[in-house]
């Protein structure tokens, strides 16, 4: 059974930083992209960052391109999200998930997904 657990959210003032977490399980084997995604009260869930799990090529949405980076360690089927320079805009309840299709910047081809932490951004 695929599973996906994130951690390390939580509340921090803007500028400051924070390392989320994903820790996959079942099959990872066939993961073939992993990603973080995002979605705040009344916005549509918002792509934030990919990764190929055998290149690891990146993608980063604009709004986060120079802030966040996305690794992974295949030894520990755990992907990581380091966040810095955090803003208000940024608070949302963030989501890791996973393909087995190899088109990691399409939204629809991840059908596993965790349950969220949430990360929230005082101004």
């Known amino acids: 059974q695929v599973q996906l657990v994130e951690s390390g959210g939580g509340l921090v003032q803007a500028g400051g930083s924070l390392r989320l977490s994903c820790a996959a399980s079942g099959y990872t084997d066939r993961y073939k992209c992993m990603g973080w995604f995002r979605q705040a009260p009344g916005k549509e869930r918002e792509r934030v960052a990919t990764i190929g799990i055998g290149n690891g090529n990146t993608y980063y949405a604009d709004s986060v391109k120079g802030r966040f980076t996305m690794s992974q360690d295949n030894a520990e089927n755990t992907v990581y999200l380091q966040m810095n320079s955090l803003k208000p805009e940024d608070t949302a309840m963030y989501y890791c998930?996973?393909?087995?299709?190899?088109?990691?910047?399409?939204?629809?081809?991840?059908?596993?997904w965790g349950q969220g932490t949430q990360v929230t951004v005082s101004s």
């Open positions: 998930a996973a393909s087995r299709v190899p088109f990691c910047t399409t939204v629809q081809v991840y059908n596993y």
